[in-house]
C-alpha cells in the first residue's frame, strides 16, 4: 500500500481526523485503502491549518479498509461488543495481555499494514519519547510488534470507533474522542522492567523512573506535617484499583488544598511530567478533564511506605487521585503505571 503508492509518511501525518470525516462525509470512499488514501491527501487541508495531533485515526482508517474479510473477522468488533470472559472488551486494561490473538509482526499482516499500525502507533506518542517506548518494547517483549496485537472496534470514518493496541506493559488507545469525555479513549496502562524483573533502588534504565523521582521531589518539598499527611504507613492498594470513586470517595494521602501556591505548582509539574510521553491531543484532553473535576486541588497525593526498594525514603509507590482521576504508579519490583482519567465519575473501568 505505502510502497505501491510511494506515499510520503509525512504527508500522511499532516491529515486529522475533523478532516477525514468531512471527506467522508461527503462521499463513499473506495474500500481498499490504496483507493482512499490519496482521496484523503488530495482534499485535506495543509498541515499548517489541521496539525498532525488527530492523524493517527485517519491511519485507523486506512488500515481497516486494507484487511481482509478473514482479517476483520479476527481483529475487528462491534463498539460495544461483550466478550464472555472479558466483559467489554473495548474498554478493557490489563498490564500483560493481547487483545486479541494475532501480533502485529506475527505473519497475520502484510509489510503494508505493519507499516500503518506503526504509524498509528507512533501517532500516539510525543515523538521525543518515542526512542524511551522503544526502547520499553524491547526490553520487554523483544521489540515493536512481537508482542503486541490490535483490534478495531465500530466503524473507522464514523463517529463511533476505537484502535487498541495491548502487550506486556501496554495499553494504548486512538479513538479521535469517540469515548465524550474520556481521555485517552479510556483506561490505558504503561510499564517497563529496565534492567530485569526486580529493579534496584534508583531503577536503572528505566524510562518511566523519571516521573517518580519529579513525584518525590514534591513530596521532599512538603513540611513535616504535610508529609506525614501524604505517607501512608499501611495500606498500599492493589494496583488495578483505579476505578473512579466520585467527589464522595475517601482518599488517601494529602488533600491537595493543603499545599502551598508554590508546592501545588510542583503538583502541575507531576502532572505535565505524566502526560508528557503521550500526543498533544491526549494531554490536552487529560488537562481538560481535569479540570472539569475539579482540578488538582480536587485530588489528593499518597505516597506508600510499603514497597520502599533499598528502605531510602525514595517512595517507589505514589498515587495521585481525584472524583473522576487516577493515575496509579506502582514502582516496585518495576514500574507499573495505570491511568483512569474522564471529565466525571459515571464512567465504568473494566480491568
Known amino acids: 500500500m505505502y510502497h505501491e503508492l510511494n506515499i510520503d509518511r509525512k504527508a500522511v501525518q499532516s491529515v486529522d481526523r475533523r478532516s477525514f470525516l468531512e471527506i467522508t462525509g461527503k462521499s463513499t470512499l473506495a474500500a481498499g485503502a490504496a483507493a482512499c488514501l490519496p482521496s484523503v491527501l488530495a482534499h485535506a487541508a495543509p498541515s499548517s491549518a489541521v496539525g498532525n495531533n488527530r492523524q493517527p485515526e485517519t491511519l485507523v482508517k486506512v488500515l481497516y479498509d486494507s484487511l481482509t474479510p478473514k482479517q476483520r473477522e479476527e481483529v475487528c468488533f462491534a463498539w460495544d461488543y461483550q466478550d464472555k ?3 467489554l472488551l473495548r474498554t478493557r486494561v490489563s498490564n500483560n495481555w493481547n487483545i486479541t490473538d494475532p501480533t502485529v509482526n506475527g505473519g497475520f499482516y502484510t509489510k503494508d499494514q505493519r507499516e500503518v499500525i506503526r504509524l498509528i502507533f507512533e501517532g500516539l506518542y510525543n515523538p521525543a519519547w518515542l526512542d524511551r517506548i522503544d526502547r520499553q518494547l524491547r526490553d520487554d517483549s523483544d521489540g515493536f510488534g512481537e508482542g503486541n496485537s490490535i483490534a478495531i472496534f465500530g466503524e473507522p470514518g464514523s463517529e463511533e470507533f476505537e484502535f487498541v493496541m495491548t502487550g ?3 495499553t494504548i488507545r486512538c479513538d479521535g474522542n469517540s469515548s465524550e469525555h474520556v481521555a485517552f479513549g479510556g483506561p490505558i496502562f504503561y510499564g517497563h522492567a529496565g534492567e530485569g524483573f526486580e529493579e ?6 528505566n524510562v518511566f523512573w523519571s516521573q517518580a523521582q ?3 521531589q514534591l513530596y521532599q518539598a512538603l513540611d513535616g506535617k504535610q508529609q506525614k499527611l501524604a505517607l501512608v504507613k499501611l495500606g498500599l492498594p492493589d494496583e488495578h484499583q483505579v476505578g473512579f470513586r466520585n467527589d464522595q470517595g475517601k482518599f488517601q494521602g494529602i488533600p491537595i488544598t493543603e499545599l502551598s501556591v508554590d508546592q501545588r505548582g510542583r503538583v502541575q509539574e507531576v502532572v505535565r511530567k505524566l502526560v508528557e510521553p503521550f ?4 494531554r490536552d484532553e487529560a488537562i481538560a478533564c481535569m479540570k472539569a473535576q475539579g482540578g488538582i486541588d480536587a485530588c489528593h497525593l499518597a505516597f506508600y511506605a510499603q514497597g520502599d526498594i533499598g528502605g531510602d525514603g525514595v517512595w517507589d509507590n505514589w498515587r495521585l487521585e481525584g472524583p473522576s482521576f487516577v493515575w496509579h504508579y506502582r514502582g516496585a519490583p518495576h514500574v ?3 491511568v483512569n482519567v474522564a471529565a466525571d465519575s459515571s464512567v465504568k473501568l473494566n480491568a
Open 200 to 205: 534496584e533502588a534508583d531503577h536503572p534504565g
Open 336 to 338: 507499573h503505571v495505570w
Open 279 to 282: 500526543r498533544q491531543s491526549d
Open 85 to 87: 470472559e472479558r466483559g
Open 168 to 170: 506486556r506493559h501496554m
Open 214 to 216: 519529579e513525584a518525590n
